[in-house]
C-alpha cells in the first residue's frame, strides 16, 4: 500500500466514525475528571501541567520521569494527589488512570503511544507522533482499532485564531494560495544546563540522532502541519539543506535547516529554521493573489493587494464570526486581526478533555498527526540523503 493511498483511507475512515474501533459508553464528566498521567515532566510536559490544573473535568493523577529531579518538579507541579512513576509502564498499569499525556524525547513518541493504546488509555502524544513510516502505520492501524481518542500535540491545530484564519482562507480572502514561507528562528545554541556530563544525552536530546529530528521535527512541524491543514492536502516532494554550521560542539542535528516543499497545484512551501539569528522568529507568511497573510504564535496579519483601503472595504474583508479587521496598516505588518482565544497548548489540552468526553476525534487527530510526520520523516531524509524525496517513492509496509 504506497503512503498517499495509506492516508487517504485512513482520513476516510475518520470522517465515516467519530472514533475508530468500537467504543465503550463514557462514563466521564465534570463531576468524575479524567485522570491523567503526565509521561516526562521536563520542559515541555512539566510546562503542561499548569494549564492541566486549570482544566475543568481533568486531574492530573500521576507522573513519570526517568530523570529524579524532573520528576519531583513535575510532582510539585501537579499537587499531593499525583502518584510518582520512574517507568511508564507501572504508570500505564494503573487503572486509575485514563490518559496519558506523552511528553518524552521524539524517538521514544511511537512506542509509548502504542503501549499506552494497549493499556487501554487515551492519548495525548506531543509532536512530532512519532519517526519512521513504519512506525507511523502502526501506530495510526493500532489506533484505528483502539476505540480510545489519540490527539497530536500540533497545538496551533487547536487555536481558535488559526482556525478561524484557515476559515477566512477557505472563504477566498487570501485567493488563489500559490506559496507560504514558514521560518522559526532562534538565536542561541538550544542546549540546556546539564549537572552532571553523564545526562548530556538525556537532558539535551534534541542534539542527537538517536533521539532526535533535530529542527525539522521539534520546530518545522508545526508549521508543516499547518500548511497540510490549509491545503487540504500533502506535500509531493521535497528538496532541502542543513548543516552544522555556528555551533561546533558536538552536536548530530543540524543548527539551520532550510527545506521547500512542492504541494498539488504546484503550491510551493518553504521552511526555515536558524539558531543563529532571531529576526522575526516565528511567521508563517500565506501568500494568495487576493493579499497576504502573515501570522505569528498569537496575532496575524492581512496584507490585501493592492491600495491600502478604506474602513467600508476592510468591513468586507472580515467573513469570520470572531475576527474584526481594524482600519489602518500595524507596524509594517499590515491590518491586524482581532481574534479572541485561549493560550494554544491550553485550547489543546481543552479539546482533548472534550473529545474524550463526547467520543469524537480532535481536529489535531492521528491521522493530521501521521501525514505531518510522514512530510517531517521526507524532510529529514531529503537533507541527509541529498536527494528530492517524494511521496510516493517508498510503502507503508
Known amino acids: 500500500m504506497k503512503r498517499r493511498d495509506f492516508v487517504m483511507k485512513s482520513s476516510a475512515a475518520l470522517a465515516a466514525t467519530s472514533v475508530f474501533g468500537t467504543v465503550a459508553a463514557n462514563s466521564f464528566s465534570f463531576d468524575k475528571p479524567i485522570q491523567i498521567g503526565v509521561i ?5 510536559g512539566g510546562g503542561l501541567i499548569p494549564f492541566l490544573n486549570e482544566i475543568e473535568g481533568i486531574t492530573v493523577g500521576a507522573c513519570c520521569d526517568v530523570l529524579p529531579f524532573r520528576l519531583e518538579k513535575g510532582l510539585k507541579r501537579a499537587g499531593k494527589q499525583a502518584k510518582s512513576y520512574t517507568d511508564y509502564n507501572d504508570l500505564l498499569a494503573d487503572k486509575n488512570i485514563d490518559a496519558v499525556l506523552i511528553a518524552t524525547p521524539f524517538a ?9 493504546l494497549k493499556a487501554g488509555k487515551h492519548v495525548y502524544c506531543e509532536k512530532t507522533m512519532t519517526r519512521g513510516y513504519k512506525e507511523i502505520k502502526d501506530l495510526v492501524d493500532l489506533a484505528q482499532s483502539s476505540g480510545k481518542i489519540v490527539q497530536t500535540g500540533h497545538q496551533y491545530h487547536s487555536s481558535r485564531m488559526y482556525v478561524d484564519i484557515v476559515k477566512m482562507i477557505n472563504e477566498g480572502k487570501v485567493g488563489n494560495i500559490t506559496a507560504f514561507e514558514c521560518q522559526w528562528n532562534r538565536n542561541g545554541d538550544w542546549r540546556r544546563a546539564v549537572p552532571d556530563p553523564s545526562l548530556e544525552h538525556a537532558i539535551n536530546w534534541r542534539m542527537y540522532e538517536e533521539f532526535s529530528g533535530g529542527l525539522v521535527a521539534e520546530l518545522c512541524s508545526h508549521q508543516i502541519d499547518f500548511v497540510n491543514w490549509v491545503t487540504k492536502s500533502t506535500p509531493q516532494r521535497v528538496m532541502g539543506m542543513g548543516g552544522i554550521d555556528y555551533w561546533k560542539d558536538g552536536r548530530e542535528t543540524y543548527d539551520n535547516v532550510h527545506l521547500m516543499y512542492e504541494y498539488p497545484q504546484g503550491v510551493k512551501a518553504t521552511f526555515t529554521c536558524l539558531t543563529s539569528n532571531a529576526k522575526d522568529d516565528y511567521q508563517i507568511k500565506v501568500i494568495g493573489d487576493k493579499g ?4 505569528d504564535y498569537t496575532k496575524a496579519w492581512f496584507y490585501p493587494e493592492g491600495k491600502k483601503q478604506n474602513s467600508k472595504v476592510l468591513g468586507d474583508v472580515d467573513g469570520v464570526s470572531g475576527a474584526t ?3 489602518g496598516w500595524d507596524e509594517g505588518k499590515g491590518i491586524p486581526l482581532n481574534i479572541d482565544h485561549e493560550d494554544p497548548s491550553k485550547q489543546a489540552l481543552m479539546d482533548f478533555r472534550d473529545s474524550i468526553l463526547t467520543n469524537k476525534q480532535p481536529i489535531s487527530n492521528v491521522v493530521t498527526g501521521a501525514n505531518a510526520a510522514i512530510a517531517v ?18 510503502s507503508l509496509l
Open 108 to 116: 521514544t513518541h511511537g512506542k509509548i503511544a502504542m503501549d499506552a
Open 377 to 394: 520523516q521526507m524532510g529529514i531524509d531529503a537533507m541527509h540523503q541529498n536527494r528530492i524525496v517524494t511521496w510516493e517513492e517508498s
Open 292 to 295: 497576504t497573510l502573515i501570522l
Open 40 to 44: 516526562g515532566t521536563g520542559s515541555r
Open 325 to 327: 479587521i481594524t482600519t
